[in-house]
């Protein structure tokens, strides 16, 4: 199984962050993988940063 996790904003560290933890209790042959938004906050702390996150969300889902 492959999971795909989608930071919407844009620390990376938050992505190694949940990617650790969502590896910590996969089960095994579970592949998870991280992507982290660009071009978008750091941090999401309002309607504005929230939309700006969804759009990129929206183009990462797009792409795959």
């Known amino acids: 199984m492959r999971v795909c996790l989608l930071n919407p904003n844009s620390t990376e560290a938050m992505t190694d962050e949940m990617v650790a933890a969502a590896r910590a209790v996969a089960s095994t042959g579970t592949k998870i993988e991280g992507i982290t938004a ?3 906050p750091a941090t999401i702390e309002g ?3 929230e939309a ?3 759009a ?3 183009a990462i889902v797009e792409e795959s």
């Open 56 to 58: 990129a969300v929206a």
């Open 47 to 49: 309607y504005r940063d």
């Open 52 to 54: 700006l996150a969804a």
């Open 38 to 40: 660009s071009e978008v």
